[in-house]
């Protein structure tokens, strides 16, 4: 069956592409390469020995996006990664946000209902339980109230997906993720952060290669054993084949209702200065960082509750954070080795 994998040249959507192609399955991209590049396809295939199908436009295009439907008519599913992810930046350009992410889904539903698509797995975040009242957070904790623009559109997504699904064929699987970080084991594929880096993975990495002076570490007076900020970090590859399993669980009949939703992270919480000491440890390199004050937007402590998607998805990220820091570290080697050879 023939999978559609929107943005799946970015760092998710390219892990998984890899994940569907190793499981047997046909994979089509759509990127605009707004925030990823070209060369991730030949990467994909150099993992894969297979180079995914792939069009490149923009699903904002309504009439582009319909099209694209109409000419591949083999699609039994769909895999929405397409999205700007930056939270601070969507505090600074909330309508591009809103129209990116929000247009885009409307399109891909539009087109899936035109054309009898049944499957969709949708990326969504923990970001939608904001600072949860209760650890380890379960799928029906309450959505909080989103902190910013980008955390908005994904509670609106889940929103107009559950809407869709009651008047239509469709079902859908959407998958609240935790901090994917890491990279794929052949260091081919991984992170491409464009200019100074949000997420504490790759600033670690950057930092270490020389790339950035020094870390800062956003707050040490949280109510956490060690004052910094807990989240829970899942391996990119784990959290991929997460994708392939809800894909099949819908192919197979296997869903309970036609609207799941499921966590994906590992249950462990780390702070900001554990993931500091274990890449430290597995890369051999002393980081340079220093404490700052807080990050505004930022919530003190989730971690997830993973019995659903363990035991309903018969999936479990296996990972540790050994693994996931380490995988990181070879990934920024690879790409300065890439970039002094240019
Ligand atoms: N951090 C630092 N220094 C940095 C970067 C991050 O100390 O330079 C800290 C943050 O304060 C936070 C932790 O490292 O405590 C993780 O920060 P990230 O930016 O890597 O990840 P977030 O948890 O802030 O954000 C992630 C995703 C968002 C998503 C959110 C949901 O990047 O897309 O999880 O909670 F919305």
Redesign the pocket.
């Given at each position: 069956m023939k999978i559609l994998v929107t943005g799946g040249t970015g760092y998710i959507g390219s892990h998984t592409v890899v994940e569907l192609q190793q499981k047997g399955h046909e994979v089509i991209i759509v990127d605009n390469f707004s925030n990823s590049e070209k060369s991730v396809l030949s990467s994909i295939e150099k993992i894969t020995g297979i180079l995914p199908q792939f069009e490149e436009f923009d699903l904002v295009d309504e009439t582009r996006t319909s099209d694209f439907f109409k000419r591949h008519n083999d699609i039994g599913g769909v895999i929405h990664f397409a999205a700007y992810?930056a939270?601070g930046e969507s505090v600074e350009k909330p309508l591009i946000y809103y129209r990116n992410n929000i247009n885009s889904l409307l399109n891909i539903l539009e087109g899936m209902k035109a054309n009898n698509i049944r499957n969709l797995v949708f990326s969504s975040?923990?970001?939608v339980y904001g600072q949860p009242d209760k650890l380890p957070v379960a799928e029906d904790s309450p959505i909080k109230p989103a902190l910013s623009p980008?955390?908005n559109t994904k509670q609106i997504a889940e929103e107009i997906i559950s809407d869709t699904l009651k008047t239509s064929d469709i079902r859908a699987i959407m998958l609240r993720y935790?901090?994917p970080i890491g990279a794929h084991e052949t260091a081919h594929i991984g992170e491409l952060p464009i200019g100074v880096p949000?997420?504490?993975?790759p600033?670690i990495t950057q930092t270490a290669i020389g790339k950035r002076e020094v870390?800062?570490?956003?707050?040490d007076d949280y109510n956490t054993p060690d004052g910094?900020?807990i989240?829970d970090y899942i391996h990119i590859v784990d959290l991929a084949k997460a994708h392939v399993v809800a894909l099949d669980r819908m192919i197979e009949n296997k869903s309970l209702s036609d609207g799941e939703i499921f966590n994906l992270g590992t249950g462990n919480g780390y702070s900001?200065l554990e993931v500091i000491k274990s890449f430290e440890k597995v890369s051999g390199e002393k980081l340079n960082y220093h404490i700052v004050k807080r990050?505004s937007g930022?919530?003190e402590k989730?971690w997830a509750d993973t019995k659903f998607a363990n035991m309903e998805l018969g999936w479990k990220a296996e990972k540790s954070l050994d693994e996931m820091t380490l995988s990181a570290w070879k990934w920024e080697k690879e790409l300065s080795a890439h970039d002094s050879n240019k």
């Open positions: 992810k939270v975040s923990c970001t980008y955390g935790f901090n949000n997420n504490l993975i600033f870390l800062s570490v956003f707050g910094t900020a989240r900001v990050r930022d919530i989730v």
